[in-house]
DNA sequence: GAAAGAACTTACTCCCAGTAAGTTACTCGG
DNA sequence: CCGAGTAACTTACTGGGAGTAAGTTCTTTC
């Protein structure tokens, strides 16, 4: 009855570094993925731990020191799965089968982790990350229609394996593109198109029939 | 001499709309050019025109409009390039070929036209945006190695090749991850490892000899 | 040469990243 | 049990950038 500490509230309001800054990850986590990187303000993340914002500053440094530690922890996740599938692999022909499926499995399992990887997480939201979604829709239905084209009139196509398709050429070249700039403009624009039509045109064979 | 407007700096400083838009235009997208979305202040561009910021909100409404603006413009030239190249070819094959050149072709010579659209049009500058394509890099990597694991030991092997072809696997999945996520999860984990998997399989046989 | 409207500006508001300086709770040696 | 030391935490601010209300000046047109 003595006691000294045992009215209301007995909660634990201080806990020690470790725990606090796993805490700041996870609402931190969480709140990228939902509202993106723009919209996501450290007086939100503050307030959903329940602690003020100089402290996060303090554990984590800046805005963008928050969003890299997460996508650190993040990135080791997602690594490990897809490592771990390819190197479970008998042959390389099931290796690459396995990585696709790890890959694919992780961010259907964890929808969040995936914005604040690539999708959201760094977007600006709004009108203009639809605009941009926008410029590539058209070139995926260019790439789809291309594809059609070169079908077998006589049979039924599949739509999905189109779009599949569709989607695949414009993501592979959007990153070349990246890619090369950052490269200081190598390789040179015909050695991409050729290695990437090498690449893919035996490839839609099999689609061919 | 008694003409009331001609001692010094007879410059126009009114310009009709459609003029002054222009004008607006070309500043932004230079400028969200060299400093990607976040980094460029409406101050700036309406310091760059010489004009002051209510009168590009009067034109462009917000900052995503005038991104937007900026995109929409873009958008139109990539696309007629890459379509007229397409269009042009006599054949599939050499459409896509020729497709592909284009979109390079065109990347190369407008450099800033590629980061609005892009690049790091809408990332968010400095150690974040380094992070993420840390992340692509160690999956380039992981691909990379599986690529090499599978070409004769013997021969010597096109290490741009592998390079191109990692890089484009990597942002093929990373798009079709995202345009599935949007697409409300379908198609399956496996349709998706499956079509990518025919897609590509074959192809690699080309660069294994 | 005045009316009308388009082109343009000054001078704000609010929100959010980041910080200076201080306060409170825990802990450990005596 | 108590005070000194330190780790955990806060209040109260600055500065900069998006967006706006309410005007002011130029230019065209009758």
Redesign the pocket.
């Known amino acids: 009855m003595t006691s000294t ?1 045992d009215d209301v509230v007995p909660v ?9 800054e796993r805490e700041i990850l996870d609402a931190a986590e969480q709140i990228f993925g939902d509202r993106g990187y ?1 919209g ?5 993340v ?1 307030a959903t731990v ?9 554990y984590y ?6 969003f890299l530690a997460c996508l650190s922890r993040l990135r080791a996740q997602l690594l490990d799965a897809v490592s771990d599938a390819v190197l479970a692999a008998p042959d390389p022909e099931q290796a690459m089968y396995a990585g696709f499926v790890a890959w694919f499995a992780f961010l259907d399992e964890h929808p969040r982790a995936w914005s604040v990887l690539v999708d959201e997480g760094m977007l600006a939201a709004g009108p203009a990350a639809q605009a941009a979604d926008e410029v590539r829709d058209e070139f995926v239905d260019l790439i789809a229609m291309m594809v059609r084209l070169n079908l077998p009139a006589d049979r039924p196509h599949d739509e999905d394996e189109i779009q599949i398709v569709a989607q695949s050429v414009s993501g592979a070249t959007e990153r070349l593109a990246v890619w090369r700039t950052r490269n200081g403009g190598t390789p040179s624009v015909e050695k991409l198109a050729t290695t990437l039509q090498e690449l893919l045109w035996r490839g839609l064979d099999s689609l061919r029939g």
């Not at 201080?14 to 725990?19: G, M, S, T, V």
């Not at 329940?50 to 303090?58: D, E, H, M, R, W």
């Not at 440094?61 to 928050?66: R, Y």
């Open positions: 500490t634990k309001r201080r806990r020690d570094r470790a725990a606090r723009q996501t303000s450290m007086d939100d503050a329940g602690v003020s914002k100089p402290l996060i500053y303090q440094g800046s805005k963008d020191g928050l």
